[in-house]
């Protein structure tokens, strides 16, 4: 099973600051990555795939990068609707699908 | 809109049993690959189960298997989780998600079903 591991697991950051989310795998995973935001009472959202993708209707300050076992989710200017929990996941080797453990990202 | 709605939620006791349900909607359910995937309070993120667009493939996390059933209507654009032998560690929130039609991640989630076990 490929673990995955978040840092930091909470980041206090101001509106209109940059957020840098990192996510590290067990063993590679290319760039088979995937990452989702979690917003209270709201259905998870998938905003990143293949690492550095950005999904449908996603706004160009979340941006992702890296392959392998490292990779970063970059927020460039944090809007209030984003202060919520990032997950990562890769989808290279599976069963299991694996998720990190998440990053909650606060207003500071 | 693609809409995946969970419901079948509540309360058993350790042993019981219950049945998930997840209406999908606003595309051609038979197309796609379905899983379902939960949260325990406070806790992460974990894989449950997956399954194929005809039901022919099927995957289980190991702290499942056995006990939990994965099925599909795509006659009633349905997905189903059917969980016996519940414990106390499977409470969570219960997330029913569609699967990427290019690769396996999880491009549409519904809001999440809450299942207690409790005695």
């Known amino acids: 099973e490929i673990v995955m591991t978040q840092s930091p697991a909470s980041l206090s950051v101001s509106p209109g600051e940059r957020a840098t989310l990192s996510c590290r795998a067990s063993q590679s995973v290319s760039s088979n990555l995937a990452w989702y935001q979690w917003r209270p009472g709201q259905a998870p959202r998938l905003l990143i795939y293949g690492a550095s993708t950005r999904a449908t209707d996603v706004p160009p300050r979340f941006s992702g990068s890296g392959s392998g076992t490292e990779f970063t989710l970059t927020i460039s200017s944090l809007q209030s609707e984003d202060f919520a929990v990032y997950y990562c996941q890769q989808y290279n080797a599976w069963p299991p699908l694996t998720f990190g453990g998440g990053t909650r990202v606060e207003i500071k | 809109q693609v809409q995946l709605v969970e419901s079948g939620e509540g309360l058993v006791k350790p042993g019981g049993s219950l049945r998930l349900s997840c209406a999908a909607s606003?595309?051609?359910?038979?197309?796609?690959?379905m899983t379902w995937i939960r949260q325990a309070p406070g806790k992460g993120l974990e894989w449950v189960s997956y399954l194929s667009r005809r039901g022919n493939t099927i995957y289980y996390a190991d702290s499942v298997k056995g006990r939990f059933t994965i099925s599909r209507d795509n006659t009633k654009n349905s997905l189903y989780l059917q969980m016996n032998s519940l414990r106390a560690d499977d409470t969570a929130v219960y997330y029913c998600a569609r699967m990427s039609s290019s690769w396996n991640y999880f491009d549409y989630w519904g809001q999440g079903a809450l299942v207690t076990v409790s005695s």
């Open positions: 606003g595309f051609t359910f038979s197309d796609y690959y």
